[in-house]
């Protein structure tokens, strides 16, 4: 279905990438700008579209259709938390992903990205918040929860279970059948051949996998803003 008056939430790399997927598969028309956190705004326009703050989107633009484009700092907490107040305030959002074929039996929530040159197999199950980049692996049977990214080349094996707020690092791998818990990070290369408990962090290959605690995890959070 094509809608128009859509906004992307969020400047920067990944609200760049979802506007090119707005316009590709809604129409430059329909994208009418960037919106972003009134303590954020800093320019009226970003890639020739207007930017404006959220607080004169929820006073003039109840209709418009949302997609929220931020990065995965904090490991996907903040997109959570931006997320929940979206939701909260009664907008429309959106899915950019491909358009399956009904027969692939694939499902996904509110607010997933989904960039052409992934593979989704069919009986795969996201929630909401997921972002799948190009060259990244979903096989069968997966469950997949909310507030997700999954990066370039990441393979995950068919009948695997990931929690919510799970960042996967680019070319990872995890092995069919294993459940990873809720805030758990799996850094680039990673190999991951046994179930992880919530608060899981991983970063090289060869890492022994164990749970920090959740001081601990919050203190590496602290550590690795960027991310």
């Known amino acids: 279905m094509l809608l128009n008056n859509i906004w992307v939430f969020g400047i920067g790399a990944a609200a760049d990438v979802s506007a090119s997927q707005v316009q590709i598969m809604h129409g430059d028309s329909s994208f009418r700008g960037f919106c972003v956190d ?13 930017v404006i703050k959220y607080s004169e989107l929820t006073e003039y633009e109840k209709e418009a259709t949302i997609f929220i484009a931020l990065g995965y700092k904090n490991l ?8 929940n107040k979206i939701v909260h305030d009664g907008f429309r959002i959106t899915s950019l992903t491909p358009k399956f074929n009904y027969y692939e039996k694939i499902t996904y929530g509110n607010n997933c990205l989904i960039l052409q040159g992934s593979s989704i197999q069919p009986y795969v199950t996201l929630g909401d918040n997921v972002f799948i980049w190009s060259g990244a692996t979903v096989c069968h049977h997966c469950n997949l929860g909310n507030h997700i990214w999954i990066t370039a080349g990441a393979t ?4 695997t279970s990931i929690g919510d707020n799970v960042f996967i690092g680019a070319n990872a791998t995890i092995v069919a059948g294993i459940q ?21 962090v991983i970063i090289r290959k060869g890492d022994l996998v164990a749970a920090i605690s959740s001081s601990n995890f919050n203190k590496f959070l602290d550590k690795n803003r960027n991310y």
Request: net charge negative.
């Open 180 to 200: 990873i818990g809720n805030n758990c990070f799996i850094g680039a290369g990673v190999l991951v051949d046994k179930s992880l408990p919530d608060n899981s």
């Open 38 to 50: 009134d303590e954020y705004f800093v320019s009226d326009t970003h890639l020739g579209k207007r």
């Open 76 to 83: 996907n907490i903040d997109r959570q938390k931006v997320f």
């Open 156 to 159: 995950i094996s068919g009948n």
